[in-house]
């Protein structure tokens, strides 16, 4: 399999019009409203959705430059490898972030705590639940000495074009 051709399900409407500034993880994204389109061809499966206080969307970063393999992520001074980061600049640039759902209506959902840039392309959602993806014994790996920079690093625009 050399190619694999992902069709948008929709787009993302968002405050964040350039990725400099941008919070760079949703819990750094508190309270930041936006809203996602689902193309009409897919509004009948958001049934039963409303029902979920937290959605996962996956999502193509539309603006990042092409990847590196050996990063130096937002929230350290050290290069790693690409995959032991949240980079957006990835051989497949696929973002996830796990929003609060506010309401649906129709085709709209209206998310918060967003860290998605305006114009995002919508990959897919599924819903947020605790007991399938919490884990215990977790490890930070590299980011538990530098996890306490969240709520102050942005965007710098060193990972878009």
């Known amino acids: 399999m050399r190619e694999i051709i ?3 399900i929709g787009i993302v409407h968002s405050p964040f019009k350039d990725p400099i500034g941008t919070p760079i993880q ?20 958001l049934k039963d959705l409303e029902g979920f206080s937290h959605i996962i969307l996956l999502y193509h970063f539309h603006l ?14 050290n290069y790693h490898g690409v995959f032991a980061t949240r980079s957006p600049s990835r051989p497949n640039p696929i973002g996830i972030s796990t929003v609060k759902l506010l309401k649906i209506e129709k085709n709209i959902l ?4 967003v860290d998605v840039l305006d114009e995002t392309p919508i990959l897919d959602i599924k ?35």
């Open 127 to 161: 819903p947020y639940v605790p007991e399938f993806d919490m884990n215990e014994d977790i490890k930070r790996g590299w980011l538990e000495n530098n996890i306490h920079k969240l709520g102050c690093s942005k965007d710098d625009g060193r990972f878009s074009e």
């Open 64 to 77: 990042s430059k092409p990847y590196k393999l050996i990063v130096k992520p937002f929230m350290d001074e």
């Open 26 to 45: 949703p819990s750094a994204a508190a309270g930041i409203g936006a809203t996602v389109e689902i193309f009409q061809e897919y509004e009948e499966g």
């Open 6 to 8: 992902y069709k948008p």
């Open 110 to 113: 209206y998310i918060q705590d």
